[in-house]
Structure formats: structure tokens, C-alpha cells
């Protein structure tokens, strides 16, 4: 599932925004370099299976696209990709 922000109906990549991925399997945090330096969290859904939730900034569409392709690169399915709301 790829969703901008509530509301917005129309997507715009054209400049720096926060960015919420989570994918099903375990990366270490030690990823965060090759992951355009987000924050890696490990987490447990009701079913107990291992997921791990990136957050962070985001440049701009390709970087974007690289951090994605890492993630594919790395066999972890993609369940969540989303424009986070900015930080207060």
C-alpha cells in the first residue's frame, strides 16, 4: 500500500518529506546508512510475526526509489509505504 497524507489527493514528490516504510522480516539498525538514515525499529504484530519500521526523511523521488529498491534487494516485503504527517 503506497498513501500520501490523509487527505491529499494528489501525491507530490518534489521535495523533502517524512516517510513511514515498514516491511515483514528483521534489518538491523546498522542498515540506516545504506537506508537514506532513517530510524529502524523492530515490531511485533498480534500474529507475532517480525516486521521492521523505517521513519525518516526523505530528499526527494529518487532517493526515495533507492531506499525501495534496497529494501527489494534484500527480499523484505514491502507492507506499508507512507508520507508521514511532519514533525511539531
Not at 55 to 72: A, F, I, K, N
Amino acid at each position: 500500500m503506497i498513501s500520501g497524507k490523509k487527505g491529499d489527493p494528489d501525491l507530490e514528490f518534489s521535495g523533502p518529506a517524512i516517510y513511514r516504510i515498514v516491511v515483514q522480516g528483521l534489518l538491523g539498525e546498522g542498515w540506516s546508512g545504506r537506508l537514506a538514515g532513517m530510524e529502524i525499529t523492530a515490531v511485533t504484530r498480534g500474529t507475532g510475526a517480525p516486521y521492521t519500521e523505517l521513519r525518516g526523511p526523505v530528499r526527494d523521488q529518487p532517493e526515495l526509489s533507492g531506499v525501495l529498491e534496497t529494501l527489494h534487494d534484500l527480499h523484505l516485503p514491502l507492507v506499508k509505504v507512507e508520507q508521514a504527517d511532519e514533525p511539531e
